[in-house]
Nanobody, 121 residues
Framework: QVQFVESGGGLVQPGGSLRLSCAASGFIFSSYVMSWYRQAPGKERELVASITNAGPYRSYAESVKGRFTISRDNAKNTVYLQMNSLKSEDTAVYYC??????????????WGQGTQVTVSS
């Protein structure tokens, strides 16, 4: 059974930092591209950052480039998102998921509960 357990969210002031973690299980973690997504109230879920299984190579949404860093630990089946210089528009529920190399869609239909990030003074 595929599972994603996100953690590390919270309330932070603008300009602050948070580090999110996502523990994955039920599949061969090291064989998949891992990504972080976020969904703000009233908006569709959007892709924030991805990290490949080989290389690794990283990619980011333009809105977070230079502020967020994605990393992974294959030994722990965990993917991280370091978020710096947070802005109010980063407020959202953050999720992780996996996709096969070269695929555009997530590999698994299940999503975790997400972790809430709120940026506010």
């Amino acid at each position: 059974q595929v599972q994603f357990v996100e953690s590390g969210g919270g309330l932070v002031q603008p300009g602050g930092s948070l580090r999110l973690s996502c523990a994955a299980s039920g599949f061969i973690f090291s064989s998949y591209v891992m990504s972080w997504y976020r969904q703000a109230p009233g908006k569709e879920r959007e892709l924030v950052a991805s990290i490949t299984n080989a290389g690794p190579y990283r990619s980011y949404a333009e809105s977070v480039k230079g502020r967020f860093t994605i990393s992974r630990d294959n030994a722990k089946n965990t993917v991280y998102l370091q978020m710096n210089s947070l802005k109010s528009e980063d407020t959202a529920v953050y999720y992780c998921n996996a996709r096969a190399p070269g695929a555009s869609r997530v590999a698994f239909g299940s999503w975790g509960q997400g972790t809430q990030v709120t940026v506010s003074s």
